[in-house]
């Protein structure tokens, strides 16, 4: 059995829902899913330039599971890059 996952702190707002190769259906595409919390931290770590130490303490989340997560991320987006799949993003409520 495994862990509950521990609540996670989001901010970013996604502005769309899917990424694809452009003149092909989506519909005729393999799809991956980005998490919301793996684009948060493709999000903190890549745009914003933090550090996985100050990215991590701003999720609420350890340094270890930040790096897990932007991993994971990191090789979803160059798979979809790579191999002309749709990358599915996430949409996370904007509480504004």
Same mark, same amino acid.
């Given at each position: 059995?495994?862990?509950?996952?521990?609540?996670?702190?989001?901010?970013?707002?996604?502005?769309y829902?899917?990424?694809?190769p452009?003149?092909?259906?989506?519909?005729?595409?393999? #799809?991956?899913?980005?998490?919301?919390?793996?684009?948060? *931290? +493709?999000? =903190?770590?890549?745009?914003q330039?933090?550090?996985?130490?100050?990215?991590?303490?701003?999720?609420?989340?350890?340094?270890?599971?930040?790096?897990?997560?932007?991993?994971?991320?990191?090789? #979803?987006?160059?798979?979809?890059?790579?191999?002309?799949? *749709? +990358?599915? =993003?996430?949409?996370?409520?904007?509480?504004?």
């Amino acid at each position: 059995m495994s862990r509950p996952k521990k609540c996670r702190h989001l901010s970013c707002c996604v502005p769309y829902s899917l990424f694809k190769p452009n003149g092909i259906p989506s519909t005729q595409l393999e #799809k991956i899913q980005l998490e919301a919390d793996e684009f948060e *931290a +493709l999000n =903190l770590g890549d745009v914003q330039k933090m550090s996985q130490l100050d990215a991590a303490a701003l999720m609420g989340i350890s340094r270890q599971t930040f790096g897990y997560l932007l991993a994971s991320a990191r090789k #979803k987006v160059a798979t979809a890059v790579t191999q002309g799949q *749709a +990358l599915l =993003l996430p949409q996370i409520a904007n509480k504004d």
